[in-house]
């Protein structure tokens, strides 16, 4: 058996929204929000500590300024591996400015490549455009995943019929970049600890263990008020019937103000170099004071931390980890 390493923590600097992919020929592959929300870059490694000396491709940058619905503000890219295609999910606006809802204006879209390498070249990713939903409203941090011989959509989402910037939903999907069945609302801000400052729930992640699909989502605005919900099924149910779903009272994850680890959130999953111990991926701050709006602070880091299983089989994720780089 694989020794679990000790992380280095942060793993990678100035990288939000993470995620991790280990894929089957051995490399785990890293994508992130980068600071200037600019492009978007892949990294790989044999093991998660070499993720942090990986060097960075870019695999696709912002369209030009002014040029459309993809020229500003790439967000939260998750690379995912589909029927021996690769795929990657983000979002994008076409400007800066708030819409009548005083929110940003994102949509969400879809790259592919065809190739072995997804880093070989640029030239090897191609647009499907917008992932287009009933509400032609703010939407992001979309991730996918497969059950029972489907393909889920999950994503975040603005209802203006619904109090708070984002609730998130599921729905099948036809096929990577278009949804087959209409969206279900899985949750909506409702909690104290879901609506501090913005009232949120967003970046979406799943894991699946012991007979049952556990969702995580974050909430609150981004700062040290940002932590982590988590929504649980059984995994031989209806998926798409919201009844199924269980929802956590309180956080399952969140700032340990001790060790000055603030804001944890927009994780991801991945598996441990012995192929067993289960890793959790998330960003998190190191202060407080924050001048200015927190979204455009770049100093939310990539941190990464095994995580065990309670006796009834649900996850524990513990609290974030102290820094220990020299």
């Not at 040029?67 to 503000?73: A, E, F, K, V």
């Not at 990713?125 to 029972?148: C, M, R, Y």
């Not at 000055?260 to 170099?273: R, V, Y």
């Amino acid at each position: 058996m694989v020794e679990v390493q000790n992380y280095t923590t942060p793993l990678i600097v100035q990288r939000a929204d993470p995620f991790i992919y280990k894929h089957t020929d051995g490399y785990y592959y890293f994508t992130a929000s980068v600071p200037a929300y600019n492009l978007i870059e892949i990294r790989r490694a044999k093991t998660l500590n070499g993720l942090a000396n990986a060097a960075p491709r870019t695999i696709w940058r912002k369209h030009p300024d002014g040029s459309g619905p993809m020229s500003q503000l790439i967000w939260a890219p998750e690379l995912h591996f589909i029927n021996g295609k690769w795929f990657i999910y983000f979002a994008a606006s076409h400007t800066k400015e708030f819409d009548y809802n005083g929110m940003f204006q994102h949509r969400m879209y879809c790259i592919e490549c065809d190739n072995a390498d997804p880093m070989r070249d640029e030239s090897d990713w191609f647009e499907h455009g917008q992932i287009k939903t009933p509400l032609d409203t703010f939407s992001l941090d979309a991730t996918v995943f497969e059950a029972q011989n489907k393909l889920y959509y999950v994503w975040s989402q603005k209802d203006p019929a619904i109090k708070g910037n984002s609730n998130i939903y599921i729905a099948e999907m036809a096929n990577p970049w278009t949804l087959k069945t209409k969206p279900v609302l899985l949750t909506k801000p409702e909690y104290d600890w879901e609506t501090k400052i913005f009232w949120v729930n967003e970046g979406p992640a799943i894991l699946h263990r012991n007979g049952h699909f556990f969702l995580t989502y974050s909430a609150s605005a981004t700062d040290e008020n940002y932590a982590m919900g988590m929504l649980t099924v059984p995994d031989d149910v209806n998926l798409l019937d919201p009844n199924q779903w269980s929802k956590s009272k309180t956080p399952v994850f969140k700032s340990n103000m001790p060790i000055h680890q603030f804001g944890p959130g927009h994780n991801s999953f991945a598996i441990a170099e012995d192929g067993q111990t289960d890793i959790l991926v998330y960003h998190c701050r190191n202060y407080t004071n924050i001048k200015g709006d927190p979204l455009y602070d770049p100093n939310r880091h990539t941190v990464v931390q095994p995580f065990n299983w309670n006796e009834n089989g649900t996850p524990n994720f513990g609290n974030p980890v102290p820094y220990n780089y020299k």
